[in-house]
């Protein structure tokens, strides 16, 4: 069983929780997620890492009370316990293992949206952590779902926060945001890392292409067993099969399939639409398997 230790409401519907989680909290890396197992008959619920303290052996997780898991989840309090907390799962940012040198040259802008912004603050304060200097841009609609704004300037060198409605910050989408720092305030970036709604990452991915700057971004279809076995989970990038579970969640946004990613997704919803998949898809409908090969399509 898994302990909840903290609690916070950070924005209206969107949780923070420490959970008692030794295992991971050892292993884990900025990148990877977890699935979680309220009870018994619970849901899995993907959840990426947000922090971990490997001396107390707790793992922060944030999320968005959206459906039924999710809400039920937020009705847990500090004390309770979960039944699952499967993890560390994924693979690590490529940043982590990418040599000094190299890193040292690039100058990075982090891109967080919505509730993505947690996935993105492990990244940032790792590259603190290294001495690294990072720019982030925080988007949202509003002022009120902006989330780790404190957090993440204690760890980004600037960080720029943008809201669609104008309510707080720059006005705009984080794309607005992004071509003002370029083209406006002679920022420079060879890499853009952006994590949030497939939506945003698809419309990040155009205009960095358009600019010429490379771009990770961390998919997050939706997952089943987050082993490779099930399929549920996958995706086409540079024209080959892949499953976000094992080979991501972080993937080259230039080479993603963007728009296959969201049909697949609205269709793995309905029995129907899993049984038009299974024939499209052939051989490769399900997972990738045991996860041993660098391309899932070998399998
Ligand atoms: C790797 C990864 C991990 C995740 N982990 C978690 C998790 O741990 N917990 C959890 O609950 N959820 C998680 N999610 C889910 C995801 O972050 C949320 O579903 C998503 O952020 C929805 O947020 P929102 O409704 O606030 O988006 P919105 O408020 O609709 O948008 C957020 C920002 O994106 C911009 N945007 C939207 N559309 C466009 C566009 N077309 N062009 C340019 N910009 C656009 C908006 O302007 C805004 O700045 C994860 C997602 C990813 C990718
Ligand atoms: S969740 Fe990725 S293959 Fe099942």
């Not at 309090?77 to 890193?103: H, M, N, Q, T």
Request: charged share 30%.
């Amino acid at each position: 069983m898994y302990k909840i230790l903290k609690k916070e409401t950070l924005a209206p519907n969107i949780y923070l929780m420490d959970i008692e989680a030794k295992r991971v909290a050892k292993s884990c890396y900025p990148g990877q997620f977890v699935i979680v197992k309220m009870d018994e008959k619970g849901e899995r619920i993907p959840l990426t890492i947000c922090d971990y303290d490997r001396e107390i052996g707790s793992v922060t997780i944030v999320f968005q009370a959206l459906g039924s898991s999710t809400k039920r989840m937020a009705e847990y309090e500090v004390g309770d316990e979960f039944r699952d907390f499967a993890g560390p799962l994924g693979r690590k940012s490529e940043l982590i293992d990418e040599p000094e040198a190299e890193l040292r040259k690039k100058s990075i802008l982090f891109v967080a949206g919505g509730v993505g912004t947690a996935p993105v603050y492990p990244q940032v304060k790792w590259m603190k952590e290294q001495g690294y200097d990072v720019d982030c841009v925080i988007g949202a609609r509003n002022k009120d779902l902006i989330i780790l704004e404190d957090e993440m300037k204690k760890v980004a060198k600037n960080v720029y926060v943008t809201t669609d409605d104008g309510s707080y910050g720059f006005k705009g989408n984080v794309n607005d945001c992004i071509k003002d720092l370029v083209n406006n305030q002679g920022k420079h970036y060879d890499l853009v890392i952006a994590i949030g709604p497939v939506i945003m990452m698809k419309f990040v991915c155009i205009l960095t292409k358009e600019i010429g700057i490379p771009t990770i971004v961390s998919m997050n279809p939706i997952m089943v067993d987050g082993t490779g076995m099930c399929g549920a989970c996958r995706l086409t990038v540079g024209g080959k099969v892949k499953f976000a579970c094992v080979d991501g969640p972080e993937f080259d946004g230039h080479l993603v399939d963007f728009d296959e990613s969201m049909k697949r997704q609205q269709m793995y919803k309905t029995v129907e639409g899993r049984a038009i998949l299974k024939e499209k898809e052939g051989a490769t409908h399900k997972g990738g398997g045991c996860g041993c090969s660098d391309d899932p399509a070998d399998r």
